[in-house]
């Protein structure tokens, strides 16, 4: 009989177990986990705390008992463990029972992450969310709690930041970076941040905070905000401690490092979740991406090649969303940002379509932003913001994006239509259209290259409606409606035109029209709506 | 300059117009409408019977007049094209002003299809519903029905089922076969089946209608049905005349037969649309599919290879979906009954996973079922239904599906999860995960398989608890619960286990236990809930 030691019983180190079981009914598998509980929700944590979970028992989806039962697991809670001697294959598990040396055949490493805390005066006041434990003492604290700062403005902030305003708090963000939700883009977090604010919350960016008092946080600049509650959500470091005191290598990130079968370079220790580094699915470079479903899918992994399988692990996308005040954010694979810093040559595509036919009553807006590699044309990433329907865009893209579909592939994706799920040309088929358009030599401009191209002498025309014009433009454009231009012919002569109209449909049909009669055209990406969305962050 | 003639001013031919123009300012471009609306939301028809849309303009979404303003198109309603020279390259052109013979470079057949209308007596009493004239006339002969029959039980009559309803009709449907919508398995179309009864609609199957008269229905049974409004939605038939009288071919299901390139025989004359065969994506086989996308899409390519581009139409997913009385159906590629009729080696996953995560409010189940190549692990095919998230994973799936990738590959898919909008471990990823264990070599038994199954020795073991066994189980079953299976082991000694449960995962954890105590176990795919579905079809 062989004996497994997994270190962090909640995702990972779960899958790994109960993958572990079913493919070997005899092997003595220890399950050790720090915090009093396995196998729990994490990422309803805040939902509990915001009461849209009602119920603490809907968090904890097994127990050391049910596991014992259904799978003949050694679950130890409140267990520590410490001191791996690779030579001997030993590990140290401290418990409520005393310490204890444990042999083991194969030892996995899921032990999670650790929140990051900045070094603030009076850091200590701020709570954490990471564990079942940190949910039990917040919800504690909340009583009496009116108004909160939460440091911090990446997905579990703002969830929390939510939450807590479901709970009647009010609640300000502090994000120190001068943009929140740093997996999107500037002007995609721009309508996160509008929504926000709708609902009640208060963003502060380029908020650096030096002090947290009783009742309240101290800004750098001298601002001064009440907060009865302060929470820090600023993310995750790798609990790597364990194994880097082994002497298994640690990334410059943190991450435990592993090769393509999740082993360290001890072939008895495997690492996974949000302890271990990952391979971006662009490059093959390490990153860290600490998400749930990579950590099962490795968990799984690991289990069969302990238990004989030839398989590896794929590179990771990365795909991520949010829900907040019933806005939906999601991203997948590089931003413009992250593309721009590894001097990749690339094509944008952002549009606006709506979620499904605008004939159909409810339709919403979503906001779409392809970042394409100009070379291959290849999907490097995608982010989206709606209402609706933004969910299943970035599933879609993330899927073309694993099966090596081109961004121009897009436009033959065949995607179910009725009016009430969306459009007979869906957005993601739009997206595709605008691609396989740029790819063809159609020129764009982006929202941040607008000022130098009209430096250059690009001539701005808005090609919207006179009552769109009317009501707010970009400076300095000058209005000729689109169903105007094939009679205003002459006031294009000699001109470099640069069109747009208000998500960039328009303003693509008038550089069509102008390309053929010989004049030099450009079409705005993301027309007015991503300007002006660009504009607000600005402004901010 | 040169001229395009276009016949049918819906989504195929207008797709067509509008990109010829954008790539072409100076053609004359020519769209010939019989009808008296082009570009008309003819997905939206239903949805203004039934009130859900409200205003009538709304399904009307281009007119001749905006076309010429915008793109200037020469567009003509009311208008029979007819009598193609292919020699001289000219057609009859018959409109309100008389008849015209109209020359053309190159000539676009997107005529759409006509209602099959069958040999019925009294068959001319019965609605059809394709135009805006039709929507028109049934919503004026609405007034005063109480009670109306729709024959045929696809996804455009149960469309109408649902909106005649939401008018305070009482609806029955009338379904030839044994199942209505035919694109899916009888197992999973009876959720749809029960969903329409449970909201008040009548559904007949193997309704045999013979005669329509005023006031009532007959079917070949002798049953009588009150009806004072008939609409006949049993499928549509290509509208090929045109091209088959132009000595054109047409294939034996009546489309028209072109190349790659969208073309018939003649290179100055394409097809597409609901008039053009396709070509199926599993094999390479002809095959009609009606759908919008692929019209649209068509559309886009033929103004591109008019305009000299060299691009070609790929093979066709079939992927659809229909809403009703907010369930969802939604289909892609081949079902079971099609790859048994192909004569295909498949394997079956079916699977009944929540729409997001438990813990989080306002799950609902998704039943899902997968067809995939047993010989290389493609997927074939796959069905779901649910109330919410259907839609989402037949896209991921047929995305998948244009990607290349196969069932087991549909495990390693990152799919954007939070709580609200999945799960950690994707339906899709389950889906993968079960492929993967199938690929494998577990066993698995499908509900049409359960008897003969057991007639060959198989013993027929229930392992979900006493509770659910008592509530109902399947015929022959012994109980015996997953947790006791560990101390219960002598009750299984040199038999051979056909396990089951719920919906299928604890039965994968029994068979993997009893496999590792070298005892042959299979599971029931998908568990007591597929079996029911499959059980309550047989007893309607």
């Known amino acids: 009989m062989t004996t497994t030691v997994i270190v962090g019983g909640v995702a990972g180190g779960m899958s790994t177990a109960t993958r572990l079981r079913r493919r070997d009914e005899d092997m003595e598998i220890i399950v050790v986990e720090a915090s009093g509980y396995v196998s729990f929700a994490n990422c309803g944590l805040p939902y509990y705390v915001g009461g849209v979970i009602g119920e603490r028992d809907e968090l904890l989806l097994q127990t050391p008992e049910s596991l014992k039962e259904r799978f003949n697991l050694d679950v130890r809670v409140g267990t520590r463990a410490h001191d791996i001697d690779r030579a001997a294959k030993t590990i140290q598990l401290t418990g ?12 996995v490493l899921s032990p999670g992450a ?9 850091i200590e006041r701020a709570y954490t969310l990471r564990t079942v434990e940190d949910v039990d003492v917040i919800t504690a604290a909340l009583d009496g709690v009116k108004k909160a700062v939460l440091i911090g403005g990446g997905f579990i902030g703002l969830e929390l930041a939510e939450n807590l305003t479901h709970r009647g708090v009010e609640v300000t963000v ?3 970076s001068d943009q929140i939700m740093a997996p999107l883009d500037p002007e995609m977090a721009a309508y996160v941040h509008q929504h926000l604010e709708k609902n009640g919350v208060t963003v502060l960016t380029g908020a650096d905070t030096v002090e947290i008092a009783e009742g309240s946080v101290t800004l750098r600049d001298g601002r001064v905000i009440d907060a009865d509650m302060v929470v820090a959500a600023i993310g995750v470091r790798p609990a790597s401690e364990l194994a880097s005191e082994a002497g298994l290598e640690v990334g410059e990130r943190g991450g435990i490092v592993v090769d393509e079968f999740q082993r360290t370079a001890d072939p008895a220790i495997f690492a996974l979740g949000d302890a271990a580094e990952k391979r971006d699915a662009i490059t093959g470079d390490t990153t860290l991406v600490p998400l749930a479903q990579t950590a099962n899918r490795h968990g799984r992994l690991i289990a ?3 238990t004989g399988r030839d398989v590896t692990s794929r590179l990771t996308l990365g795909t991520a969303i949010v ?3 019933g806005l939906q954010a999601a991203t997948v694979g590089w931003n413009e940002k992250r593309a721009r810093a590894a001097g990749r040559d690339i094509r944008v595509v952002s549009l606006h379509p709506q979620d499904h036919a605008g004939y159909y009553p409810g339709a919403s807006q979503i906001h779409l932003k392809f970042i394409i590699d100009a070379a291959t044309d290849a999907i490097l990433g995608a982010q989206a913001v709606g209402e609706a329907g933004a969910d299943k865009r970035i599933d879609v893209i993330a899927t073309a994006m694993r099966g090596g579909l081109t961004a121009s592939d897009l436009a033959d994706l065949e995607l179910a239509y009725a009016p009430q799920f969306g459009s007979a040309k869906d957005p ?3 997206a595709g259209f605008i691609a396989d358009n740029l790819a063809n030599g159609e020129k764009s401009f982006l929202h941040h290259e607008l000022e130098q191209a009209v430096a250059e002498g690009w001539k701005l025309v808005d ?4 009552g769109e014009f009317n009501r707010a433009t970009i400076p300095g454009a000058v209005n000729i409606p689109l169903d105007d231009i094939r009679d205003r012919f002459d006031e294009f002569e000699g001109e470099k035109v640069l069109a747009f109209c208000r998500v960039g449909q328009r303003g693509h049909t008038a550089v069509t029209l102008l390309e053929n009669k010989g004049i030099e055209a450009a079409n705005l ?10 504009s607000s962050v600005n402004a901010v």
């Open 525 to 534: 990406n993301g027309g007015f709506l991503t300007w002006e969305a660009a």
């Open 323 to 325: 829900g907040l005040f």
């Open 96 to 107: 409520p029972e005393g310490t204890t040396t444990q042999a083991y055949d194969h030892l």
């Open 174 to 176: 502090l994000e120190f």
């Open 304 to 306: 069969d090649i302990i």
């Open 428 to 430: 993601v088929n739009m």
């Open 114 to 122: 650790s929140p990051v805390l900045p070094p603030i005066d009076g």
């Open 463 to 466: 090609v919207r409606t006179p």
